[in-house]
């Protein structure tokens, strides 16, 4: 497919666990954003890649949360240590060049379920 | 800070009606960006439109037109003879130049629920 893919679909983990979520962007596509999206809320930033580098990484809430971009494509969202209160859907984008103001397209999300 | 108001968060309405969708951002920008996502039951965002700052103009594809006030601050949606397929949760974001590089911030959504 074209689109930008996300797996696992859904995880379901126990509190302190480790988990790592994949974002696979669309060919091509330089920028890559992560965000989180709780029940009932719109998405929130999380970081922001250009290439291999976080170029913001400003929104990730704590030092459990980290994400890597190692060859430019494909990232991964890692969070250690997982609390209840992680449990959201994670949401990937990406755009072609990482212009302000480009269009993000989205991926279908990872649901994260902390018991 | 950036800031996105969906004041309505749920609006039902029946087949062939016509909605809007209101959203109010707050920015000290003066040069930014608007967006509006449809989020269907599948959970995938779903690009509507993009505006910039600059550009006033209404615009209308289809069914769909947006209205863009910079004096109110509102960058309101409306679906003109609604159907069953619009039924999604539909989100406005703003996306600062100066402040916020690389970033959108979201309203809450307005879940939109078309009944036959």
């Known amino acids: 497919g074209a689109g930008v893919s996300q797996t696992p679909s859904n995880k379901v983990t126990e509190k302190g666990k480790y988990v790592e979520l994949r974002c696979d962007p669309i060919?091509?596509?330089?920028?890559l954003y992560w965000y989180r999206q709780s029940l009932g809320q719109g998405p929130e930033f999380l970081i922001y890649?250009?290439?291999?580098?976080?170029?913001?990484d400003s929104g990730l809430p704590n030092d459990r949360f980290f994400a890597v971009r190692p060859e430019g494509s494909v990232s991964t969202l890692k969070i250690q240590r997982t609390e209840r209160g992680d449990s959201a859907v994670y949401l990937c984008?990406?755009?072609?060049?990482?212009?302000?103001?480009?269009?993000?397209?989205f991926g279908p999300g990872t649901r994260l379920l902390v018991l | 800070a950036q800031k996105v108001t969906q004041a309505q968060t749920e609006i039902s309405v029946v087949e062939k009606e016509d909605v809007t969708l209101d959203c109010v951002y707050e920015?000290?920008?003066?040069?930014?960006?608007l967006f509006w996502y449809k989020q269907p039951p599948s959970g995938e965002l779903v690009f509507l439109i993009r505006?910039?700052?600059?550009?006033?103009q209404n615009e209308i594809s289809g069914r769909y037109s947006w209205n863009f006030q910079k004096s109110t601050s509102s960058f309101n949606f409306t679906i003109t003879a609604s159907q069953v397929v619009d039924s999604a949760v539909y989100f406005c974001?703003?996306?600062?130049?100066?402040?916020?590089?690389?970033?959108?911030?979201f309203g809450d959504g307005t879940t939109l629920t078309v009944k036959p």
């Open positions: 890649f250009q290439g291999t580098g976080a170029a913001d």
């Open positions: 920015t000290r920008d003066t040069t930014y960006y």
């Open positions: 984008a990406s755009t072609l060049a990482g212009e302000i103001g480009e269009t993000q397209y």
């Open positions: 505006r910039n700052s600059f550009d006033e």
């Open positions: 974001a703003l996306s600062e130049v100066d402040t916020n590089a690389g970033k959108s911030t």
């Open positions: 060919s091509g596509h330089t920028a």
